[in-house]
Each structure stands twice: as C-alpha cells, then as structure tokens.
C-alpha cells in the first residue's frame, strides 16, 4: 500500500475537488499527452488503466522540493485549514502543464470546481499571478507596491520549469489499447473495448451488463452500495468518441466528453451553427466544474435520466436526435424526447447524438438560474429557440417534475404572434396556463423567475433585431483583481523579531504538499475496527421496534451499540444535557443517531448499518418557526433586554414603522467532516482519543460521563482541524462518544468518520432567525425608540441556543445609538437538527436585522441609508448591551478610509447614473460599519494556559489550551513567544493539543483564542525569561542555548506552565470595521454579481497581516454565502433535502467580488490589546458580508422605483435568484 494520504475525501461525490489527481494519458492520433483533473472520489480504478495518476504528492514535497505554484501558495497565504490544499494545488498545476501562461480568466476556472470554505479564494487567485498573463498589462495590480507580496513581487510572469514536472511513464507512451480488456475486483467487472465490434461482442456474452462512459453518475452511486457486477464502458470505443461537423449537423459521438465538445464547438466556424454553438457553450460551462467536463460525457448524460440535467432541455429545443444501436446490432434514430419517454431505451447502446443545423432558427438560449445550481436544487433550466417560421418554443427544467414544453406563440391570437408583442404578464399568463394543463404543482417564485427568463430571451432578441432597444446585458470585468494593504513594520524593528509580519506559516510547506495529516489520514492501529452510525429517518416518531437482527448476520459485525450500551448517562449539551446520544424512546429530528455498528472494515460497517430495521410512530413534526411560534414550542422563557421607555421614545418619533426580516439556516461545511479515532488502553479505563474539533474540555466531559469514567482517564489529542466555524465545538460528541463506546466495548481501536451526508444530517447548523421590529424616528431619521421581538429556531434541544439568542439581541442595536429599546428573544424548539454555534454566534443576523431597519427608515424618508447610519453612530462613553463602553473606538476612521478606499461618491453616482439607463440591469451600493465584542461575557470563560519546554538544545516546545482550525493560530502563537523569548521563531515547536498536557481548556471559538492563549504564553515565556535573567547578567553576551545550559547545570527548571486570564469584567475591548460592496442584478434572471467590495478593519497592531487578511476575506466570504447563496432547505416531513454539496451551494471562486480590497486600518495599535497591540479578527468581518444584502435590496428598489412599486422589501436571506426576480417585479404583474 503507497499510502498518499494528500488526496482528501470531502464530499465523495465529486463536488468540492478536495480529491482531484491528475490524469495523464498519451494520445497517439496527435503524438501528445493530454493532461485532466478528474475528481479521484468518483473516478473507479478501471477508468485510469492505461494513464499516469499524480497526487499532490507527485508534484512537490517539503522533502524532495516544493512545485513553484505550492511556494507562491505558501506565499500568498492562499491556505488556511489546508483541507482543499492538495486537491488546488493539483487543479492548478495541471493548468499550468496544459497552458505555461494562463489568463486569470483560466486561473478562475480551473479551481471553479475546487471548493474552499477558508481563504475566500482571493489568495489562491494571486498565488497565480506569477505565471498568469494580466491583461492589464503594465497597469496590473502586481506592480503596486505595499502590497501582501511585496516581499516577494516578481512583476514578470514566472515561467514554469517543465522539467520541475513528473515525468510521464514512457512504458505508457507505449500502451495502446487494442483489446477488449477485463479488469475484474471483488465483485465487479469492468470490460472496456475500444472497437463497436468488441463492444458488441462482449455486449452478446454479458446481456446484462451495464454501459459507463465518464462514471461520474454511475461512479458517485456505486462507490457507497457496491453496484451492479458488470460494467462496459464505452469510454475507449473509438466510433463513440468521433464528433463530426457539417453545413447540415453536428453529431457528437455518444463517448465524447464535454470538455473535447467544447474544444471542438469553439472552433466552428460554420454561420448556420453560431446560435446553436453559443447556445452549447453556455450550457457546457455551467455543468459542475473542469473535474466533471474532463470525463462526463454527453452519452451517459442522456443516459443517466436524472431529474435536472441542463442539457437535456437544450436538446430538445434543438430537435436532436438519439442513434441508438440494440444488442442484436439494430439501429435506429428517436427524438431526444422519445428516447426519455420510452423506458425500452434504456437498454439500447446510444452512438450519437446528432443536432440539426437547421438555418430556420433564428435564435437559441440557454439561461440556468442559478447559473451553477447544483443538480436537484430549486431553480430553473431554460432553454429556448426561435425560428423564422415564427415558433417560439421554450423547454423548462425545474418548474415540475418533468421538462415543460411551452409553445409561446401557439397561446396568443395570430395578429399578435411577434416576438415584439411579448409582455412579462403574457409570459406570465402563458406559463401559468400551460402549468395548469399539464397538472404540475408549481412555486409561485419559481414561476416568476421562468417569466422573467422568457422575458430575458425576448429582450436579447429584440436587442439583435432592434438595436436601439436597451440592452438587457452588461459588460462586467472577467476576472478579479484586489488591492491589500496594511502597515509595514519599522526599520528599527530587529530583523529576528517576527510579531507584525505577514509571515507565511512555518508549518505551511507540509500543509501544502499533503504530508500534514488530519484524523483519517491518520495510519490504521493493527487490529482497527470501523463504525457507522444508524440514523433515524423521521422527523418526530416514536421507536415502536428496532431490529438488529439482520445486522448481526453481517460480515464482519463485530457489535452493535444503542441506548442500552453505555455504562454513563445517555444525555449530552454543552450548557445542558438534554439531548440523546441515542435515540431511546423518540426521534427528535431526521437524521437523529439510533445506534450504531462496528465491523472489521467501513464498508462492512457501513452496509451492515443499513440492515436495522425500523418500525416508527410517526407524529406530526414541528418545523419551522411560525409553527413553533403557534403552537408555543419554547425552551425556556422569553429573554428581554431594554434601554430608556419605549412608550415614550415612540411617542416623541415624527414616524414609526414596523416590519419583518428573516434569516435562513446555513451550514458551517468545513472540509473535513466530524470524525474519531478511539484507543482503548486496557488498564484502568484509560482511553486515548483522537478527535476533530475545536472544545478538547468538553470532548473530554462528554466521553468521561457517558462511558462512566472519570475525566482523567480520557485524553482527547489534536493536532489540526480541517476548518470548524463553530460546528466542532459540541457537535463532534456525537461521533467520538460513539466510538469511545465502541472502543471500550471491543477493546479494541476503533475509527469512525462521518460521511459528507452523515456530516450534514446530524450536526447543526446557524440559527434561523425571525425579527418582528417596530422603529421610530425623527423626520430628519434620528433613531429614537425600537421594539424588536425576536424568535430564534433552536431545534431540538438547547445546544448554546440561548447564548447566540443573548449575543443576537446583544447586537441588534449594531453601531448606533438609539436611545430607547426593548428586544425580547425566543428560543424555537422544533424537530430539527439542534442548532449550534456558528462563526459570528448570532451576531450576524443581528446585523442583518439592524441594517434592515435602516434601510426601512432611509426609504420612507427618502433618505440615503448612509446618511441615516452617519448621524446615529455611537459616540465614545455611549455604554451598549455589552456593557462595556466606548472608548478609543475607530468606527469613524475605518468608515471614512472605507469610503475613500471604495470611491463612494463616484460609485454612487455611477451606480445612480447606470440605473438611469437600464431597467432590466440594477446596480446597487452600500455601506456599513460594525463593532464585535472580544472577550467572553462570563469571565471564567476569559482563561487559558500553556505549558512552555525549552529543551537543552534551546529549541522550544509549546503546548496550549487552543485548537489550531485553520485560522493561523499556532503561527501567530510562534511569532508571540519568539518575541517574548527572543529567540528565532525556527527554535519555536508547537507541539498538539491535549488535554493530559493542557487541562480544562476554554473551547477555540468567539474569536478571542490568540488573546486569552497568547496571554497564558507571555506569562509562561515571561518567567522563563526571568529565570534566566541572572544567567544573562552574569554572562551578558551568552547566547540562548549557553544561558539554557547555565541554567540547567544551575537545577533551574526550563519547564512552566502559565495561566493567561485576561477580561475579569467579561468582554475587554471591541474590533470595528467598515465595509461597502456594489453590486449588480438581473432583474430578469435574478442573477446577481458582487462587482466590488472594500474593507477596512481594525485590528490593532496586527500579529500576522497575511493570516488577519485571510481570516477577513475568508469570513466575508462565508457571510456572503449566509446572505445570497446558501440555501439550506427541509421537505414537509422534516427531511433534509440539503444532503450534500450537490444539493447545498457554497460560494466558489465565482462569486469572489470583481474588485475586491482589504485594508488593515493604519496606525491604530489596540490600547485595550491582550497581545502587542492586536485585536481578534475571525469573525468580525463576516457581519461586512451584509454590505452585499443591503445593496442587493438597493438595486431591487431602484428595480421596483421603475415599476412604479413603493413598498420596502423585506428580502429574507439567502437571497436566491428567484427572490431577487421576484422582489423586483410584485406588484407589477
Ligand atoms: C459532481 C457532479 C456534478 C454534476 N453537475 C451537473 C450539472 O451542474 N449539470 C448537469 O446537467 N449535470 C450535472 N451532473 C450530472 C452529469 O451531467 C452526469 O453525471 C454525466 O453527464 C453522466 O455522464 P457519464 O459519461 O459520466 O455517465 P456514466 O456515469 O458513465 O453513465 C450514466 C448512465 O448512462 C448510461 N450510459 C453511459 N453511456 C451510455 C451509452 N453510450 N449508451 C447507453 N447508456 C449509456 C450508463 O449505463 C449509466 O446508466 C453532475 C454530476 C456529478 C457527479
Ligand atoms: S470531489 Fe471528491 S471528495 Fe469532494
Ligand atoms: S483552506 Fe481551503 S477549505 Fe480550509
């Protein structure tokens, strides 16, 4: 066994990257090899026989030499939890090795299918930037100095060495499939024949067998349940690879991929073919990413008969037909439409495909609203023709179950049949008609997005044939480009001292090159068992029976475990314990563990669990917050916080008005699901744990008091975490009890990694907010009293509920100063994954509220929001809920940078004047600044220690309460003890966190662990410094390691361990920031596109400006994802629909804003700082993401100003495509 462990499994189902290799295989027709990625999860072995695979092991290591693109990744600081590292670092340099010199334009494209939850991309854009070509040529941003790489600017590209590259096998160069080859693993058989002939032979033995071409759909399914025994794939049969092209058609073999079909549809040159080839290409490049174009082909496309295939409806529009061959050699040619609706089809071997180039057609589109909307989710594929015969026939993926034919013209008397006559209430109206003949059960929202598609169509037409119509695009800049600025250190700062500089991460070099390892990575104990939970599939039941039986049959089963399994308490909660680790009684939620099994492998486990049987009563599920609300579904009581007399504040405003604002669910999607390894020791209980998670204190109380032993037999060990935002402070119980359970049971080490669908179905997620708010204000928008009732969808059981609702009303008074207020809070409790925390803990949607009610204010006086915001800022002394006042606070200088560093009055005015001239196109701008509160409000929270070795070398091991999560703690933990000791940051080791080193460690969350740890390390590095002291005056020109021998050889103890304390009076010192994002919608579409954005923010004296301006794009990133593209979404029964990143869309490299700059606010060391004049950093920024939602609501209402509709828009988040189609156009239709 190699084990390459570079390789990481996010998702196993091809839809973050995180696995990518490259392929590379010789081509012998062009005598060249051709290199892909392929995503390696969904890729079975008997697809690469024949190519070269390359992990990121193959391409550089810290050991054998880093690749140029891994150094500049170091660099730029383009990693972070380093999840998503090896799977970018293939990804880009397989582009490099195909094209030497890309435009960033290809530089975004090929991570398109790379995600990454922690750098806000940015960084991992410009770690290309020494290869890239900028077609800004002299004026690129690279030339700037008092950038984030000034210490490294090369402003040349760098050629790549191809001779750095692995080479390719020359015994492959040889390779040439001439036979039909069998590979045969366990019970599978794959056959790949190159010729038809072969294909039909084998097809004759093996009736039965299934046909795989790209086995991106086949590869995705068999990889969990085992799949069918014989395969035949198409993917080498030469006749089904031949894509050929004339005046009259273009016929695509059924084994061409999309990516050879776009290469080839990108060079036609035939007139006839230009609307149909636009047409393919549009819809080419919103299918997935590189890693699926490069294998999946159009055959298996057709093929695979899922629900949500983009290209399907453009095949229909396009009259394609399928030539199709049975097994007795029979051929024949259907419509595309008759080969779906004949299921007989499925037995027949597709040749081609062929599409008509029929001259009649005017024009083809193609519009996916979402334009990267993952298969299955809600959204809508359209693909229209029109002809000179005057058809006007749309095909509409999305608005039912199946494709929808709307023949437009067919529903308008003769005399008004132009495509000129066309309305958006006739679209409308049509629509509506046909969706009621065909009994499809539809969504209002998703209906008013397909209007404004078909509107979107007619206007692109009406455009190429009257071109004074205005037109309905605009030109937007193709690729990003950012400004980072931040203060350099002095000259008279030592060369050694490293605090304040952008250094890259000492450990950086292994991270990069796939060597660090995470839990999984981690090699298997002899003798290792495997568990899988069992999950419940209601929502709200009763167990009536639960049936093991079939489990124990199993091969492999070595135990199962349920409720009567644990020797402690069945309970856990981080504040409370009133959740099940398994389900006894009742499920509370869909997905709630019931049990679980260990087996000898994951994949016996993992079959095995499947096997419980279940018998449920099911009862009626509460699941949303207005149910709650009605039916009185409360934990706890109401929480009321208030300031000054309402009544009164209400009485004296000029206007009161009320409204509502709600904000959806999000899921953290760190790359590295939960998982565990447990240890059992074999004496006294004792049991070694290894965990992803950010809370070692209470992994270890939950693991002591459910398996009924002490805290000191459980040592829970951690070295790194693949991203965490607050879903691995409680959420990990609930696979490492499991295992530990396993583990003492079996005696045995036991592994348990939770799949991504596991992953997602039982840990929680953000709140779900609702605010029902009531301002008053002067006439010139002087904020005077705000009611505001807030309820909170807690889920299931309390988790840290009530501590976000406290921060959620804590905040919602943002920045200002309002004099009277009373908010009241309720915690929901429905039968939904118990909600948990999530960076920012309730303080973003607090801010999203706030900003709503501004932006409330600002349209009924007709006021610019900005001004509103500038006149009710709080001032210095202003005392918040917070209760720690203002004081030295900078939210007026980051405001103003902001505003300077964006060009606010010269974007306003753009934006006003580009929505004066366009009705269809909006553009939007805003702005706002924030203030996050550092410190815990309980003080015994505000506590840490570390535990510093020197050792007689004078190298340094330090161990600490943190948890390293991707947010740079440990290198900034470095740079602060090798200032405090004076020694070179190379002598500094960070050894892992454990809780037998460091106990009773306050969990790595609030943005505080850089303070209260770097407190703990002054302390510790400060008494050894003073230790040393009288060795250093007697001897003041020693060097370290001789004072470290002086003071061994004079019995001084170079160990300490050290309390840092710091915020006895709870929260000590706030982080402010400002922020403005523009934006631009499709009013038609719902399409949107962040066109800039700016920061500035305070973080004092930053530590590491290269890790604070990661963490604050990072953090912007995922605020954006909460504000406008994650949505998380349940059916009526309480079932996740959002199961996997297919279903869930996070924010990829696509949605980076155009023009993205962060500035650190200049000299503004922090005078309340914990550590050298710095301030935390990891989740202020995320609340600037709200920039985006408030522009967002501008561009609507300049959108809906033009429709003559006045009312505010509330505009829940996320704010989706078909919200936005929709809040421009209520009213009007
Ligand atoms: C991660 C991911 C993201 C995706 N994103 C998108 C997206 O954004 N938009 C979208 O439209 N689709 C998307 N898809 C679906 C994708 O388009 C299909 O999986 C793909 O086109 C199938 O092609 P394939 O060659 O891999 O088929 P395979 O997996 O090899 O086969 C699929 C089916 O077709 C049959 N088959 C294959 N070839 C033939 C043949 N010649 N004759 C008869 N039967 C045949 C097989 O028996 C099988 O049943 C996504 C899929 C994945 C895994
Ligand atoms: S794409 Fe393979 S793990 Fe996600
Ligand atoms: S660094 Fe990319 S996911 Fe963490």
Redesign the pocket.
């Known amino acids: 066994m190699v084990r390459l462990t570079g390789s990481k499994n996010a998702c196993g189902?091809?839809?973050c990257g995180a696995c990518s290799v490259l392929l590379s295989e010789f081509d012998h027709k062009s005598q060249t090899i051709r290199h892909v990625t392929v995503?390696s999860c969904?890729t079975p072995l008997f697809y690469v026989h024949g190519c070269a695979v390359t992990t990121v092991e193959g391409i550089g290591t810290s050991r054998d030499g880093l690749h140029p693109v891994q150094k500049s990744l170091v660099q730029m600081h383009g990693i972070q939890c380093r999840f998503c590292t090896p799977g970018m670092v293939v990804s880009l340099c397989c582009l490099l090795r195909n094209n030497p010199t890309p435009t960033k334009a290809d530089v975004e494209r090929a991570i398109e299918?790379n995600l990454c939850r922690c750098t806000g991309y940015r960084p991992i854009l410009e770690s290309m930037s020494p290869f890239a070509v900028c077609p800004m040529g002299a004026k690129c941003c690279k030339n700037k100095s008092n950038k984030l790489d000034t210490n490294d600017t090369e402003p040349e590209a760098r050629p790549i060495d191809p001779t750095q590259d692995s080479i390719f096998p020359p015994p492959l160069m040889k390779w040439h499939l001439k036979d039909t080859l069998s590979i045969s693993y366990g019970h599978t058989t794959w056959i790949v024949p190159c010729k038809l002939e072969q294909l039909r032979t084998v097809w004759t033995e093996h009736p039965t067998a299934?046909?795989?071409?790209?086995?991106?759909?086949?590869?995705?399914t068999t990889n969990h349940d085992g799949g069918p025994i014989i395969?035949i794939?198409?993917?080498r049969v030469e006749e089904?690879q031949a894509i050929s092209v004339n005046d009259k058609k273009l016929e695509f073999g059924?084994?061409v991929?999309?990516t050879k079909m776009e290469d080839h549809i990108r060079k036609l040159e035939i007139e006839g073919a230009k609307p149909v080839v636009s047409a393919f290409l549009a819809?080419i490049q919103?299918?997935?990413?590189d890693?699926?174009r490069n294998?999946?082909?159009?055959?298996?496309?057709?093929?695979?008969?899922?629900d949500?295939?983009?290209?399907?409806p453009l095949l229909f529009a396009l009259n394609a037909t399928v030539h199709?061959m049975d097994h007795t050699g029979k051929r024949r040619d259907l419509t595309v439409e008759e080969y779906l609706s004949n299921e007989q089809t499925?037995k027949?071997?597709?040749?081609n495909i062929q599409v008509p180039l029929d001259n009649k057609v005017k024009f083809v589109g193609f519009y996916?609203t979402p334009r990267?909307?993952?298969?299955g989710s809600a959204g809508t594929?359209t693909a229209l023709v029109l002809d000179t015969g005057g058809h006007f026939i749309a095909y509409l993926e999305g608005l039912s179950p199946k494709i929808i034919k709307l023949d437009v013209f067919s529903y308008l008397p003769e005399t008004e049949r132009t495509i000129q006559s066309l309305s958006l209430d006739k679209f409308d109206r049509i629509l509506r008609k046909r969706l009621s003949e065909e009994k499809a059960e539809t969504r209002d929202d998703l209906v008013n997005l397909s209007a404004g598609v078909l509107q979107k169509f007619q206007a692109v037409v009406n455009e190429q044939t009257t071109p004074e119509a205005e037109s309905p695009h605009s030109e937007l800049p193709i690729h990003c480009r950012s400004d980072i600025i931040f203060d350099e250190v002095p000259d008279s700062q030592p060369q050694t001292d490293p605090v304040w500089r952008p250094l890259p991460q000492t450990t950086a070099e292994d991270l990069v090159s796939g060597q660090a390892m995470f839990i999984d990575d981690m090699p298997s104990y002899q003798n290792e068992l495997h568990l899988c939970l069992v999950l419940g599939k209601r929502a709200r039941a009763k167990l009536v029976h639960v049936d093991w039986s079939a489990v124990k049959a199993c091969p492999g089963v070595v135990d199962w475990i349920d409720h009567t399994s644990l020797n402690g308490r069945n309970m856990w909660g981080i504040m409370a314990a009133d959740e099940e680790i398994f389900a006894s009684k009742e499920v509370v939620y869909w997905g709630q563990p019931i049990g679980a099994v260990v087996a000898e492998s994951r994949e016996q486990a993992t079959h095995a669990a499947e096997k419980v049987r279940i018998d449920y009563e099911e009862m009626q599920p509460v699941l949303t917050i207005e149910d709650a609300v009605k039916l009185e579904s409360f934990i706890e009581g109401a929480v009321v916080i208030e300031r000054g007399d309402g009544t009164e504040g209400f009485l004296r405003s000029n206007q009161v008005v009320e409204g509502t604002i709600g904000t959806g669910a999000q899921e953290h999607l760190y790359l590295e699901t939960n998982g565990a390894i447990g240890v059992p020791k074999r004496e006294q209980h004792e049991i070694e744990m290894f965990v992803t998670h950010q809370a070692p204190t209470f992994i270890q109380k939950s693991i002591a008091s459910c398996l009924g032993i002490p805290f000191n037999r459980v040592i829970v060990r951690h070295k790194r975490t693949g991203g965490a935002f607050g879903g691995k402070e409680s959420q990990p119980v609930k696979i490492c009890v499991p295992v530990a359970l396993a583990a003492q049971r079996t005696g045995r080490p036991v592994r348990g990694i939770l799949t991504r669908e596991q992953d997602m179905a039982i840990t929680g997620k953000r709140h779900p907010y609702q605010f029902q708010y009531k301002i008053g204000f002067s006439k010139d928008g002087v904020l005077q009293a705000l009611e505001v009732k807030v309820y909170s969808n807690a889920g299931c059981s309390r988790d840290v509920s009530l501590e976000v609702l406290d921060c959620t009303l804590n905040f919602i008074e943002g920045c200002y100063a309002i004099p009277n207020v009373k908010i009241e809070g309720r915690l929901c409790k429905t039968n939904t994954v118990s909600n948990t925390s999530f960076r920012g803990f309730g303080i973003p949607q607090a801010y999203v509220a706030m900003e709503t009610i501004i932006d409330h204010v600002a349209h009924v006086l007709k006021i610019g929001s900005k001004q509103i915001q500038e006149i009710n800022f709080a001032k210095s002394g202003f005392v918040p809920f917070t209760k720690l006042p203002l004081q030295d606070e900078t939210i007026v200088e980051a405001w103003n940078q902001c505003q300077r560093q964006a060009n606010y009055l010269q974007k306003e005015a753009d934006v006003i004047a580009f929505n004066e001239k366009h009705s269809y196109k909006k553009r939007g701008i805003a702005m706002m600044a924030i203030r996050f509160q550092m410190g815990y409000p309980v003080s015994l929270l505000n506590q840490s220690t570390a535990l510093v070795h020197v050792y007689l070398d004078g190298s340094v091991s330090l161990s600490h309460g943190g948890c390293e999560i991707g947010q740079g703690l440990n290198m900034k933990i470095q740079q602060i003890a090798s200032r405090a000791l004076s020694v070179p940051l190379s002598k500094i080791h960070i050894a892992e966190n454990s809780t037998n080193t460091v106990a009773n460690a306050t969990a790595t969350v609030g943005s505080c662990t850089t303070d209260l740890v770097g407190a703990a390390v002054l302390n510790a590095c400060g008494e050894i410094t003073n230790r040393l002291q009288p060795f250093k005056e007697k001897k003041p020109n020693a060097s370290w390691e001789e004072l470290i021998i002086d003071a061994y050889l004079n019995r001084i103890s170079l160990s300490v361990m050290a309390q840092g304390r710091p915020g006895d009076g709870g929260v000590y010192y706030y982080t402010y920031g400002a922020g403005c994002s523009t934006v631009e919608i499709d009013c038609l579409t719902g399409e949107h596109k962040v066109l800039s954005t700016d920061i500035v923010m305070d973080v004092g004296r930053s530590l590491n400006p290269g890790i604070d301006v990661g963490q604050i794009e990072g953090a912007f990133m995922q605020g954006y994802g909460m504000m406008a593209v994650e949505e998380w979404t349940l059916n009526d029964r309480g079932e996740v629909e959002s199961k996997n990143p297919?279903r869930y869309r996070v924010p990829d490299v696509g949605n980076l804003p155009r023009d993205f700059n962060v500035t650190l606010l200049s000299d503004s060391p922090n005078k309340q700082a914990i550590v050298y004049s710095s301030k935390g950093i990891g989740e202020p920024p995320l609340l600037l993401a709200t920039t985006v939602h408030k522009a967002l609501r501008a561009a609507i209402l300049s959108a809906r100003k033009d429709r003559s509709l006045s009312a505010f828009v509330q505009l829940d988040t996320p704010v989706t495509p078909a919200k936005i189609r929709q809040a421009c156009t209520i009213g009007c239709i």
């Open positions: 189902q091809g839809n995503n969904i299918g299934q046909f795989v071409a790209g086995a991106t759909a086949v590869g995705a395969f794939s198409c993917h089904l059924a084994a991929t999309f819809c919103s299918l997935a990413s890693q699926l294998v999946a082909t159009i055959g298996g496309h057709l093929a695979c008969r899922m949500g295939l983009d290209m399907i199709l499925g027949e071997l597709i040749l996916k990267k909307r993952p298969v594929t297919s």
